[in-house]
């Protein structure tokens, strides 16, 4: 019977190890293809939006490849940047800077469990990465942002918490960043700067079991980073994160985007009450949470969102992209 044990743990750990020479060799495939779509993009002239320059190595959505854009555009761009909602850190909008630009960075995530996982990556002794377990709140972030850098300049911040993403980006004073990415929930509209109300243990899976009821409306996010310097250059083609550059830097991106162009999510990701899937598409999710409180930018006012007279724009309702426009002064 040992005998037998001891062949059966062999197998295994020759299986795994197999495993991980064929993660390894996908994985190198996948760069070197990022590379050249990477090259493909530094001779566009001009882009329709930034649909155009998506590919993914580590994001989910397309974000490696308007990141990568976006960056070799500006000129001595800080190489470091801050990520928080990460989980294990396999998907996430950061990764490629930092295994193919080899940036520095701080991620943070609310479970240890997350934490642990990074922290026993090789990824995490091979680079300039710190990683941080936190349930982030308006009270800590530029505490913990401070504890990695010094220095206000930095890359990239990419925020991606499933609540109170409008409320702690409006709070950060720690950092300069270059660039932001920031998620927005579509379900919310494109009409109203709306977000859902702060409270400090905000979690998306307890606020409401249809899953849609999180985050804060495109219009929110567009609002704030023109209050705080930023200049919207559009959203990925899936309808989830917004992409601003600081307006010192956003001459050397401007003249090459044709405008910003804003998409609906198609997400059916709704469910019912003992968690499962209902499939909702279009108006039917706004339908799922339309007595809910958000809060009204505009007005400083807690309302529910059925009260709203009207929630998408012609183009958002039919499921298509929206062009926005430019500041006249920056362009």
Same mark, same amino acid.
């Not at 950092?175 to 509209?189: H, W």
């Given at each position: 019977?040992?005998?037998?044990e001891n062949?059966?743990?062999?197998?295994?750990?020759?299986?795994?190890?197999?495993?991980?020479?064929?993660?390894?060799?996908?994985?190198?495939?996948?760069?070197?293809?990022?590379?050249?779509? @990477?090259? %493909?993009?530094?001779?566009? !002239?001009?882009?329709?939006?930034?649909? #155009? +320059?998506?590919?993914?190595? =580590?994001?989910? /959505?397309?974000?490696?490849?308007?990141?990568?854009?976006?960056?070799?555009?500006?000129?001595?761009?800080?190489?470091?940047?801050?990520?928080?909602?990460?989980?294990?850190?396999?998907?996430s909008n950061?990764?490629?800077?930092?295994?193919?630009?080899?940036?520095?960075?701080?991620?943070?995530?609310?479970?240890?469990?997350?934490?642990?996982?990074?922290?026993?990556?090789?990824?995490?002794?091979?680079?300039?990465?710190?990683?941080?377990?936190?349930?982030?709140?308006?009270?800590?972030?530029?505490?913990?942002? @401070?504890? %990695?850098?010094?220095?206000? !300049?930095?890359?990239?911040?990419?925020? #991606? +918490?499933?609540?109170?993403? =409008?409320?702690? /980006?409006?709070?950060?004073?720690?950092?300069?960043?270059?660039?932001?990415?920031?998620?927005?929930?579509?379900?919310?509209?494109?009409?109203?700067?709306?977000?859902?109300?702060?409270?400090?243990?905000?979690?998306?899976?307890?606020?409401?079991?249809?899953?849609?009821?999180?985050?804060?409306?495109?219009?929110?996010?567009?609002?704030?980073?023109?209050?705080?310097?930023?200049?919207?250059?559009?959203?990925?083609?899936?309808?989830?994160?917004?992409?601003?550059?600081?307006?010192?830097?956003?001459h050397y991106?401007?003249? %090459?985007?044709?405008?910003?162009?804003?998409?609906?999510?198609?997400?059916?990701?709704?469910?019912?009450?003992?968690?499962?899937?209902?499939?909702?598409?279009?108006?039917?999710?706004?339908?799922?949470?339309?007595?809910?409180?958000?809060?009204?930018?505009?007005?400083?006012?807690?309302?529910?969102?059925?009260?709203?007279?009207?929630?998408?724009?012609?183009?958002?309702?039919?499921?298509?992209?929206?062009?926005?426009?430019?500041?006249?002064?920056?362009?």
């Amino acid at each position: 019977m040992k005998f037998l044990e001891n062949i059966k743990n062999r197998v295994y750990k020759v299986l795994v190890s197999s495993q991980h020479q064929l993660n390894d060799k996908t994985e190198h495939l996948l760069i070197l293809n990022s590379q050249i779509l @990477s090259h %493909k993009n530094a001779f566009l !002239e001009k882009i329709t939006s930034l649909r #155009d +320059l998506e590919f993914s190595v =580590y994001s989910q /959505w397309g974000e490696d490849g308007i990141i990568d854009w976006i960056v070799n555009q500006i000129p001595d761009i800080p190489k470091s940047f801050v990520e928080f909602g990460v989980e294990n850190y396999l998907e996430s909008n950061t990764r490629y800077l930092l295994k193919v630009h080899n940036w520095s960075g701080l991620v943070i995530d609310g479970s240890i469990e997350n934490i642990k996982f990074i922290n026993n990556d090789s990824i995490y002794w091979r680079h300039d990465l710190t990683a941080i377990n936190s349930f982030i709140t308006k009270g800590n972030i530029n505490d913990l942002i @401070s504890s %990695k850098f010094s220095k206000k !300049e930095i890359g990239l911040l990419s925020i #991606d +918490l499933d609540g109170n993403d =409008y409320w702690i /980006w409006d709070q950060i004073d720690a950092v300069n960043p270059k660039i932001i990415i920031c998620e927005y929930n579509a379900v919310f509209g494109d009409i109203n700067r709306i977000t859902v109300p702060y409270k400090d243990d905000f979690t998306r899976k307890n606020s409401h079991f249809s899953n849609l009821y999180f985050g804060t409306s495109l219009p929110a996010l567009i609002h704030l980073a023109e209050e705080k310097g930023y200049t919207f250059l559009g959203t990925n083609s899936s309808g989830c994160n917004a992409f601003f550059v600081i307006n010192d830097a956003a001459h050397y991106v401007l003249g %090459k985007i044709k405008g910003p162009v804003s998409f609906p999510s198609k997400f059916r990701e709704a469910q019912n009450e003992f968690g499962e899937l209902l499939y909702l598409a279009g108006i039917e999710r706004f339908e799922k949470i339309k007595h809910m409180d958000v809060f009204d930018i505009e007005t400083k006012k807690t309302k529910r969102l059925c009260e709203f007279e009207t929630i998408y724009s012609e183009e958002w309702l039919n499921g298509l992209p929206k062009l926005h426009y430019f500041n006249s002064q920056l362009s």
